[in-house]
Protein backbone atom coordinates (compact mmCIF):
# COMPACT_ATOMS: atom_id res chain seq x y z
CA UNK A 1 0.00 0.00 0.00
CA UNK A 2 1.64 3.30 -0.95
CA UNK A 3 1.87 5.95 1.98
CA UNK A 4 -0.18 9.50 1.48
CA UNK A 5 1.64 12.26 2.02
CA UNK A 6 0.16 14.43 5.01
CA UNK A 7 0.90 17.68 2.72
CA UNK A 8 -1.72 16.77 0.17
CA UNK A 9 -4.52 15.93 2.88
CA UNK A 10 -3.62 19.27 4.72
CA UNK A 11 -4.03 21.17 1.59
CA UNK A 12 -7.55 19.94 1.31
CA UNK A 13 -8.29 20.53 4.79
CA UNK A 14 -7.12 24.01 4.35
CA UNK A 15 -8.77 24.53 0.72
CA UNK A 16 -11.87 23.31 2.18
CA UNK A 17 -12.27 25.29 5.08
CA UNK A 18 -11.41 28.34 3.49
CA UNK A 19 -13.94 27.82 1.00
CA UNK A 20 -16.32 27.04 3.81
CA UNK A 21 -15.38 30.59 5.43
CA UNK A 22 -15.88 32.35 2.39
CA UNK A 23 -19.12 30.72 1.65
CA UNK A 24 -20.34 31.86 4.94
CA UNK A 25 -19.76 35.35 4.61
CA UNK A 26 -17.30 34.60 7.61
CA UNK A 27 -14.76 37.71 6.35
CA UNK A 28 -17.70 40.42 5.21
CA UNK A 29 -18.12 42.70 8.01
CA UNK A 30 -21.55 43.89 6.35
CA UNK A 31 -22.94 40.25 5.94
CA UNK A 32 -24.84 38.68 8.76
CA UNK A 33 -22.65 35.11 9.38
CA UNK A 34 -24.52 31.60 8.79
CA UNK A 35 -22.75 30.45 11.83
CA UNK A 36 -22.13 31.44 14.96
CA UNK A 37 -18.67 33.01 16.00
CA UNK A 38 -16.86 30.53 18.06
CA UNK A 39 -17.78 27.87 15.10
CA UNK A 40 -16.06 30.30 13.07
CA UNK A 41 -12.73 30.71 14.96
CA UNK A 42 -12.63 27.68 15.27
CA UNK A 43 -13.10 26.62 12.32
CA UNK A 44 -9.92 29.27 11.15
CA UNK A 45 -7.95 28.04 13.58
CA UNK A 46 -8.44 24.19 12.74
CA UNK A 47 -7.87 25.16 9.26
CA UNK A 48 -4.35 27.14 10.71
CA UNK A 49 -3.14 24.18 12.65
CA UNK A 50 -3.85 21.79 9.79
CA UNK A 51 -2.09 23.80 7.11
CA UNK A 52 0.61 24.29 9.40
CA UNK A 53 1.65 20.97 10.06
CA UNK A 54 1.34 19.93 6.44
CA UNK A 55 3.73 22.73 6.01
CA UNK A 56 6.17 21.79 8.44
CA UNK A 57 5.74 17.59 7.53
CA UNK A 58 6.24 18.17 3.76
CA UNK A 59 9.30 20.94 4.60
CA UNK A 60 10.81 18.12 6.87
CA UNK A 61 10.12 15.62 3.86
CA UNK A 62 11.50 17.80 1.04
CA UNK A 63 14.61 18.46 2.73
CA UNK A 64 15.38 15.04 3.22
CA UNK A 65 14.52 14.58 -0.91
CA UNK A 66 14.82 17.53 -2.70
CA UNK A 67 14.49 16.07 -6.11
CA UNK A 68 10.12 16.54 -5.46
CA UNK A 69 9.37 19.77 -6.80
CA UNK A 70 5.55 18.63 -6.49
CA UNK A 71 5.79 18.68 -2.51
CA UNK A 72 7.89 21.80 -2.54
CA UNK A 73 4.42 23.02 -4.28
CA UNK A 74 2.40 21.74 -1.70
CA UNK A 75 4.76 23.12 1.52
CA UNK A 76 3.72 26.57 -0.38
CA UNK A 77 0.30 25.91 -0.64
CA UNK A 78 -0.25 24.90 2.95
CA UNK A 79 2.06 27.96 3.69
CA UNK A 80 -0.25 30.06 1.86
CA UNK A 81 -3.26 28.84 3.53
CA UNK A 82 -1.78 28.66 7.08
CA UNK A 83 -1.26 32.76 6.53
CA UNK A 84 -4.79 33.38 4.88
CA UNK A 85 -6.54 31.06 7.87
CA UNK A 86 -4.53 32.81 10.32
CA UNK A 87 -5.83 36.17 9.10
CA UNK A 88 -9.25 34.92 8.57
CA UNK A 89 -9.22 34.16 11.90
CA UNK A 90 -8.30 37.80 13.18
CA UNK A 91 -10.49 39.18 10.92
CA UNK A 92 -13.28 37.56 12.27
CA UNK A 93 -12.75 38.53 15.63
CA UNK A 94 -12.20 42.12 14.39
CA UNK A 95 -15.11 42.17 12.93
CA UNK A 96 -17.43 40.97 15.85
CA UNK A 97 -15.65 43.37 18.56
CA UNK A 98 -16.25 46.04 16.16
CA UNK A 99 -19.60 45.83 15.43
Same mark, same amino acid.
Not at 19 to 46: D, K, Q, S, W, Y
Not at 66 to 76: E, K, M
Given at each position: ?10 ? +?????? &?? &????? =? &?? #?? #????? /?? /???? /??? &??? +?????? @? =???? =? @? ?7 ? #????? =???? @?????? +? +???WAGLSIWRNSVMS
Amino acid at each position: MKKFPFPWVAT +GIGLTV &AM &ALLRI =G &AL #NP #NVEPA /LP /LLTM /LFM &AEF +GFLVSL @A =GAVS =G @ARTWFAQRD #NFILL =GLVL @ACVVLA +G +GLFWAGLSIWRNSVMS
